[in-house]
């Protein structure tokens, strides 16, 4: 059972470029989310997916793109990279508590280290 | 402003003593308190989760302590061994949807 699964693991980007972090999970969880981590920071949501067609702004949404198109796999998109954009990305999922939209326990990928010159 | 107050961010103990760290919030109506342990290099796991209508919960070595009155919550590892050593972070369902906020995070450091 493969999980959650993040490419690339590592990347660097020049200012200005865009590319695109992918997120595939196996375990037909409804919700997905992205979170960056930074020094001293903790985790901070970028953007979340409660089921395919369906996504939202977590707290740091700005310079980034989502999009579900299916259960499955949750792709972060940077469209012109910025050097405040260095961190470490992390791609998680889980089912959603019966009857809420709280999440469950959250599975995370082992996460995407981008630096942006 | 900051949903989750975790202290301390680094804590080091010597093997077989004990460690806690405590979170604290602001929203009244979170009802999921989970503990995640990131190891270096990895994603963060679940360790621990405590639901607003329980006070404690053990798993062996590991447990949580809830106060909805005052609005924290503990984590508190016993016995504590070299392979604890990690960052440990507190979360709560604070954010819009039922999203996960977490706190910054403790640096655990188990000395031999």
């Known amino acids: 059972n493969a999980g959650v699964t993040q490419t690339p693991k590592f990347q660097v980007l020049k200012t200005g470029q865009s590319m695109t972090l992918q997120c595939a999970q196996d375990?037909?969880?409804?919700?997905m989310s992205w979170y960056r981590q930074d020094p001293g920071m903790g985790l901070r949501l970028i953007h979340y997916?409660?089921?395919?067609?369906?996504?939202d702004q977590g707290e740091v949404p700005n310079g980034y793109n989502v999009s579900r198109s299916t259960t499955e796999d949750f792709p972060l998109r940077l469209l012109s990279a910025a050097p405040s954009q260095t961190s470490v990305y992390f791609c998680?999922?889980?089912?959603?508590?019966?009857?809420?939209?709280?999440?469950?326990?959250?599975?995370f990928g082992e996460g995407s280290r981008l630096t942006v010159l | 402003g900051e949903n989750v107050e975790q202290h301390p961010s680094t804590l080091s103990v010597q093997e077989g003593d004990s460690a806690v760290i405590k979170c604290t919030y602001s929203?009244?109506?979170?009802?999921?308190f989970p503990w995640y342990k990131q190891e270096l290099g990895k994603g963060p796991q679940l360790i621990i989760d405590?639901?607003?209508?329980?006070g404690e919960k053990k798993d062996q070595r590991i447990a949580v302590t809830l106060n909805k009155t005052a609005k924290h919550f503990s984590l508190h590892i016993t016995e504590t061994q070299p392979e604890d050593s990690a960052v440990y972070f507190c979360?709560?369902?604070?954010?819009?949807?039922?999203?996960?906020?977490f706190g910054k995070g403790t640096k655990l450091s188990v000395k031999p």
């Open positions: 998680a999922s889980s089912f959603l508590q019966s009857g809420t939209t709280n999440t469950g326990e959250l599975f």
């Open positions: 375990m037909n969880h409804e919700y």
């Open positions: 997916s409660v089921g395919a067609g369906i996504t």
């Open positions: 929203d009244s109506a979170s009802n999921y």
């Open positions: 405590i639901r607003s209508n329980v």
């Open positions: 979360a709560e369902t604070g954010g819009s949807q039922g999203n996960l906020i």
